[in-house]
């Protein structure tokens, strides 16, 4: 508790209350049970990612890159290897962004949670 110093006493008219919570009572075994089932919507928001990062790292190479011969290889199946590459990037990037769709947030494992059937 807070005590003011003297001269510094502040009246107080009125106080307001917002402080009111709400309880979400669950057994442990179901809670576990929505989580495990639902781990894997909650990662796929992130998974993006590392697709459209590879995919960018991978056409800027393939722009900026002059391809040599090297281990054993010719530099027209290094750009091969790189155009495939970004072909394969691409596809999983869209297949990361349609599981985007499905994804779920944590507000929506919390309506789950609370046995709001609206997912």
């Given at each position: 508790m807070i005590v003011p110093k003297s001269g510094n006493?502040?009246?107080?008219?009125e106080i307001h209350e917002n402080t009111s919570?709400?309880?979400?009572?669950i057994t442990g075994d179901k809670l576990?049970?929505?989580?495990?089932?639902?781990?894997?919507?909650?990662?796929?928001?992130?998974?993006?990612?590392?697709?459209?990062?590879?995919?960018?790292?991978i056409i800027l190479v393939f722009c900026s890159a002059d391809f040599k011969d090297a281990f054993g290889l010719q530099k027209n199946v290094w750009s091969a290897i790189f155009?495939?590459?970004?072909?394969?990037?691409?596809?999983?990037?869209?297949?990361?962004?349609?599981?985007?769709?499905?994804?779920?947030?944590?507000?929506?494992v919390i309506d789950l949670i609370k046995n709001k059937n609206n997912h």
């Open positions: 006493n502040i009246g107080i008219t919570q709400e309880l979400i009572s576990k049970l929505i989580l495990l089932q639902n781990l894997s919507l909650i990662e796929s928001n992130k998974a993006w990612q590392m697709p459209l990062s590879l995919l960018l790292t155009i495939i590459s970004s072909i394969i990037c691409a596809i999983w990037l869209i297949v990361c962004l349609f599981k985007l769709k499905k994804s779920i947030t944590v507000d929506g």
